[in-house]
């Protein structure tokens, strides 16, 4: 076929489980695609998306191999060219936008030194020409003070800044072809939505091909022409995006589709409590935020929550909802004690909790645990789930081994994970099933009140909606409180009670969930509802209008 600017057929990659053992995680995957356009490869974790997009680089994982298949690249297969032929083709023929821009940067040098490092290596540019080039990009991305961004360190710009700026960094020797591997996934709503505007605009502007992977089909519906849908290394449905979203003739696809984002404002999604409100619920809240106000710094210098107050009652949950930097994760450190504050007091039945972790009780510890973000970092990697899981057992209960090990086989049983995963490292699990330990773990200490931070947004929609789900079975049961912070309204209006929207440190609205999803809403609620992402091609553009009218109207 004419036009077409990469080709992958028949692709294979396997994983080496033993010396000599090859276990298939990629079997006979084909596409193409055109100048100028992207194709998406869609599916749930472990379903081989990366695996095939690093394939393209000619590249494979650490404990991987690619058995067969070619990748035309033009009239070059990427599969044979020698290693400095390959060396010579990365950077400048393609070029990759990861998931975690942070991770991606070296946190000891400026953002134009890394940025300018592939062409002053290879040669392709002088130092003045590279830095005027990371400039322009810088513009063309929208960043702000494009002249001087670049003489900051990556901790001194928002993940969206930076994200952005990997994106200059992967364009700066003009590649044919961008592979963008999950790059909006733990950004907030708004962020992601400038940082989507600002990728389509860059390839829509130099005319370069993209491999865009996610789990995400709304996101993506924004950005593609074509999808490619892979569920265990394999092709399940490969086509235009109006057909894969509107016409999909697999089962699975209409599964992704069915666990997609949702506007929250579609009142059938927001929670239905399973509890039944007492006269006690209304008058007795577990937990009491009283105008707490804290912050960074000697004596609290840098505020980051002003005058906070907030309830949670049992076996309801309260959803804290804003942008990165809002203060949500700052109030969950707060309620835990593992950050003070500089007025105010949090209660718990009733009763005053010491301001710092360190001088509460240990049975005020155990009725407040945190489950993190990032389940990978959170688990000691070291350990087995049976020590992960046993530690607490033994500090909070002094249980012997026998009894600990008989409670982690209980809580494995109510996370849905099989007896045999307590003696498995948290590396040889998914995504999924390390953020279910993360819980199990909150779990040995029997609390009240739980502090979910961002625990889905990281994963793909399918294992995030199995994980909502088991929260809810999980709050019935135990009768659990939950503080769920979260960036993602739609994710928040699936389990919350009651929400409070944050911004810059404070609460802007606090009500029922059925009341802050009901209009009229508070100018920023309405940005962050208008800001999730629809399963329709025509929704960032149609967005990016409104803002424009909006903008202009302002201005008269």
């Known amino acids: 076929m004419t036009g077409r600017f990469l080709e992958v057929r028949d692709l294979c990659v396997a994983a080496r489980v033993q010396k000599s053992e090859l276990t298939p995680i990629v079997k006979n995957v084909s596409f193409a695609i055109e100048t100028g356009k992207v194709v998406a490869l869609i599916g749930e974790s472990g379903s081989g998306k990366t695996t095939i997009s690093l394939a393209c680089m000619g590249y494979a994982r650490p404990g991987c191999v690619i058995t067969g298949g070619s990748v035309r690249l033009h009239d070059v297969d990427v599969l044979e060219l020698d290693f400095l032929e390959r060396r010579r083709f990365r950077g400048t023929d393609v070029s990759y936008v990861a998931q975690s821009a942070a991770a991606s940067f070296n946190a000891a040098l400026t953002i134009t030194r890394q940025v300018t490092e592939t062409p002053l290596i290879k040669k392709l540019m002088s130092a003045n020409e590279a830095a005027e080039k990371a400039v322009s990009l810088y513009r063309e991305l929208d960043l702000p003070e494009p002249e001087t961004i ?148 000697p004596n609290h210098q840098y505020l980051a929550l002003h005058s906070i107050s907030i309830e949670a009652h049992a076996g309801r949950t309260i959803g804290i909802i804003g942008e990165s930097g809002s203060g949500k994760t700052t109030l969950g450190r707060v309620i835990s004690g593992l950050m003070g504050c500089k007025q105010g007091e949090v209660r718990l039945g009733g009763m005053p909790l010491a301001g710092s972790i360190g001088t509460r009780s240990r049975d005020e510890l155990r009725s407040i645990q945190f489950a993190f973000q990032m389940a990978d970092v959170a688990l000691n990697p070291r350990h087995r789930i049976r020590k992960i899981l046993g530690r607490p057992l033994k500090f909070y209960f002094k249980m012997s081994k026998g009894e600990a090990d008989h409670r982690v086989d209980e809580l494995l049983d109510t996370v849905e994970l099989p007896a045999s995963f307590a003696d498995r490292f948290p590396r040889e699990l998914s995504g999924g099933e390390r953020q279910r330990i993360n819980l199990a773990r909150s779990l040995t200490a029997e609390p009240k009140l739980m502090i979910c931070d961002e625990i889905t947004s990281a994963l793909d929609t399918i294992v995030a909606e199995a994980i909502l789900k088991l929260l809810r079975e999980l709050q019935e049961r135990l009768k659990i409180a939950y503080v769920f912070i979260s960036h993602d309204l739609s994710t928040i209006s699936k389990v919350a009670d009651t929400i409070a929207v944050m911004r810059d440190g404070k609460i802007v609205e606090y009500g029922s969930t059925v009341e802050i999803l009901t209009p009229p809403h508070h100018n920023y609620t309405e940005l962050l509802l208008s800001s999730v992402p629809e399963l329709r091609t025509d929704w960032l553009d149609a967005i990016e209008a409104q803002r424009v009218a909006a903008r202009t109207a302002a201005t008269g």
């Open 150 to 297: 670049g003489h900051r360190y990556p901790h001194q710009v928002s993940g969206g800044q930076l994200q952005r700026l990997m994106a200059a960094m992967a364009m700066i020797c003009d590649p044919k072809l961008l592979i963008l591997d999950e790059p909006t996934t733990a950004l907030d709503v708004t962020t992601q939505i400038e940082v989507l505007q600002a990728f389509k605009k860059l390839i829509r502007d130099k005319h370069t091909s993209a491999i865009y992977v996610s789990h995400d089909l709304a996101v993506v519906a924004q950005v593609a022409d074509d999808i490619l849908v892979l569920k265990d290394g394999e092709m399940i449905e490969y086509g235009p995006v109006d057909q894969i979203i509107h016409e999909p003739s697999q089962d699975y696809t209409r599964e992704l589709i069915s666990a997609a984002h949702v506007m929250p404002k579609r009142m059938p999604e927001i929670r239905t409590p399973t509890i039944q409100t007492t006269q006690e619920d209304v008058t007795e809240p577990l937990l009491v935020v009283d105008n707490i106000t804290a912050g960074y710094g």
